[in-house]
């Protein structure tokens, strides 16, 4: 499994064309949400939220504000990945209710100190998690023999209207997931690795 994963790692190519007629099979989605779920998130506050566009008709409303990407209707899979801007606040006590209650009391205080009145570190935590759980979902995906899309050229505004976004909520990205009609496009270009890779300091 560690090897598979490994390998799609390294030939997992953003798919733009995807089966129509493939239906993903509900224990398949169940395996891959059930992963990316238990992804880090800062405090444990899970402030991922996993919309599963079904409906066809929601779908190609979607894609009409997305740049009529085909790949938002065609793919098996349509996931919105959202953040709970503030997840941190609601009933924090949940995320630690296996801790003993010390550690739960501490870290139910820690998570108020650390959040209340910072807007922007909560909307930069909400990222952070959504963008682990989307690597996840891809890289666990690929390896299940499916192809994916991480999109986010949409109008952010006009798909929060459709699928109804709670005002609390921000629209991360989608990830579109399915079966290949038609092989991807060669990897553009891979920049050197000491232009990317450092040690200790930039400089």
Known sequence: MALDVAASILKRRATKSFDAACRMPDADLDTILGLARRMPTAFN?????????????????IRKVAWD???????SVLLVL??????WEKA???YWENAEPGVRDFMVGAIDQYY?????V?????????????????LLAESMGYATCPMDGFDFGAVGELIGLPSDHE?????AIGKTAAA????????PDKDIIFRNRFS
């Not at 990407?69 to 793919?75: L, R």
């Not at 909560?122 to 891809?138: L, P």
């Not at 991807?184 to 920049?191: A, D, R, S």
């Open 92 to 94: 924090p006590e949940r």
């Open 171 to 175: 629209i991360v990205m989608f990830v």
């Open 184 to 191: 991807p496009y060669p990897t553009g270009g891979i920049v």
């Open 69 to 75: 990407q085909p790949q938002v209707t065609d793919a």
């Open 116 to 120: 209340r009145g910072r807007e922007q």
């Open 45 to 61: 506050i899970q402030n991922w939220r996993f919309l599963v566009v079904t409906d066809p008709d929601l779908r190609r409303q």
């Open 122 to 138: 909560q909307r930069d935590e909400g990222m952070r998690s959504c963008g682990m759980a989307a690597g996840a979902i891809m």
């Open 82 to 87: 959202c953040a709970d801007i503030a997840a």
